[in-house]
């Protein structure tokens, strides 16, 4: 049975921290300590999920109305492919049921050494629940696509929002 544990400023293990630091580029990732700063600053809903006492990966989950931002979401690499991505993704829509939540991964549709990859994680969030809103940003070079899950529409002016939210606690430029 998977045990969701909540990760505070005091929690926060080297465990999480090294996955948290391998799964994303590095240009995608705030700074751990930041990371670790913001959790109690802006509310992140920051989780670890346990396969009994073995770790497995993790969630961060901007809660902010209109939008919850599902910011990080990470499985051990021997995990993959194993189902455990889904028994978290599967516990994380119904903490966040009959909420609008957002999320913005690797475009699946730019040419890039991870395409496949890319393909493979943007249907499973389809497969899930999630749709495109068929709005893009850049980050330098990467091509960010933006799903959603729930009531409404999502705008450029409703990232600008969230993003503009996030920047109050810390800035990328």
């Not at 926060?12 to 391998?22: E, F």
């Not at 049921?97 to 395409?115: A, F, I, W, Y």
């Amino acid at each position: 049975m998977m045990i969701q544990k909540q990760i505070t400023t005091a929690n926060a293990d080297d465990q999480i921290k090294q996955l948290y630091q391998t799964a994303f580029p590095e240009d995608e990732q705030i700074p751990w300590d930041d990371l670790v700063r913001l959790i109690g600053e802006m509310g992140l809903d920051f989780t670890a999920y346990y396969d009994g006492e073995n770790f497995i990966g993790f969630t961060i989950v901007f809660p902010h109305e209109p939008f919850n931002w599902y910011w990080y979401f990470a499985v051990l690499p021997e995990l993959r492919g194993k189902g455990k991505g889904q028994e978290i993704l599967t516990a994380l829509i119904e903490k966040y049921k009959g909420k609008t939540c957002v999320l913005d991964m690797e475009s699946p549709r730019q040419e890039c050494d991870n395409k496949a990859q890319r393909k493979r994680r943007h249907e499973f969030y389809l497969r899930n629940g999630f749709r495109d809103t068929n709005l893009y940003r850049k980050y330098d070079v990467v091509e960010m696509t933006i799903m959603m899950m729930g009531e409404g529409t999502f705008t450029m002016k409703d990232w600008d929002d969230i993003t503009n939210e996030l920047r109050k606690f810390w800035t990328w430029d």
